[in-house]
């Protein structure tokens, strides 16, 4: 009878700490961008690290990035302000193309790249600070109430 109370216990506190968490009765919703890995001091000489469908990804503090598909390496460079550094990236594969959301300096980016001929097809200025954005009909929303259409 005892662990029966002290389940029934556990269970309440749950429920409510659940409730009190999502007062609304709603989960929050998680945004498609996974972080990339970093490797290195923030204020060091660091890299992101990650991987897609099409290979595996490095980029540099400075925004330079290669991609490695089967044995070959392919090069690419992101938007960075002159004497900045990223200091966060995340990624998404959307419609075979990579999005890139990155903070570098003062500013913060969105950089859609074709991965098959590693174009740059649209890069987007964005407020630094930013929480990843959620997707809500063919459009990334941020937190602070920015839309970039993906169509």
Do not use: W
Not at 17 to 43: D, Q
Not at 99 to 112: C, M, T, V
Request: hydrophobic fraction near 40%.
């Amino acid at each position: 009878m005892k662990s029966f109370f002290l389940f029934c216990l556990a269970l309440v506190v749950t429920v409510c700490a659940t409730a009190a968490a999502h007062p609304n009765g709603a989960l929050e919703e998680l945004s498609p961008f996974a972080e990339a890995k970093r490797i290195g001091e923030l204020n060091a000489r660091h890299f992101y690290l990650f991987q897609t469908s099409v290979g595996n990804y490095t980029i540099s503090q400075n925004g330079l990035g290669e991609v490695y598909v089967g044995n070959r390496k392919k090069y690419f460079s992101l938007k960075v302000g002159a004497g900045s550094r990223l200091e966060r990236v995340y990624f998404f594969e959307y419609e075979g193309d990579l999005l890139l959301l990155y903070e570098a300096g003062a500013s913060g980016y969105l950089l859609r790249l074709d991965q098959g001929t590693r174009k740059v097809k649209r890069v987007t200025a964005i407020a630094e600070h930013f929480e990843p954005p959620l997707m809500k009909d063919q459009a990334l929303v941020f937190n602070d109430g920015t839309v970039v259409p993906l169509s």
